[in-house]
């Protein structure tokens, strides 16, 4: 079990902009479906993004195409996630998420691997 980390959550104002960052010291994922969810209060976890580590081949939610944008350092140890034009909406808990690919990037259920998520509030 690889244990992920994530940082750079916070409050930023309606309009601005975060980037989240999702590692596990000493581990790398070549070839790897690598993803970021979120969950708001009373609401089912959904996804947000997904790569596929060996080719960056890239997935979003309608929710968020255009703003954000994931991606992966040249070493594949490092995931990120950047969030510009924030909504009040995209207010949640955001995870990292990991799995032995290629099959079922787009699917929640397959991820095995877990962060323990990092806050990020987007204010009116």
């Known amino acids: 079990q690889v244990q992920l980390m994530e940082s750079g959550g916070g409050s930023v104002q309606a309009g601005g902009s975060l980037r989240l960052s999702c590692a596990a010291p000493g581990y790398t994922f070549p070839r790897h479906c690598m993803g970021w969810f979120r969950q708001a209060p009373g609401k089912e976890r959904e996804r947000v993004a997904a790569?596929?580590?060996?080719?960056?081949?890239?997935d979003y939610a309608d929710s968020v195409k255009g703003r954000f944008t994931i991606s992966q350092d040249s070493a594949k140890t490092t995931l990120y996630l950047q969030m510009n034009s924030l909504k009040p909406e995209d207010t949640a808990m955001y995870y990292c998420a990991a799995h032995p690919g290629p099959l079922d990037c787009g699917r929640l259920t397959a991820f095995t691997n877990w962060g323990q998520g990092t806050q990020v509030t987007v204010s009116s």
């Open positions: 790569i596929y580590t060996a080719f960056s081949s890239t």
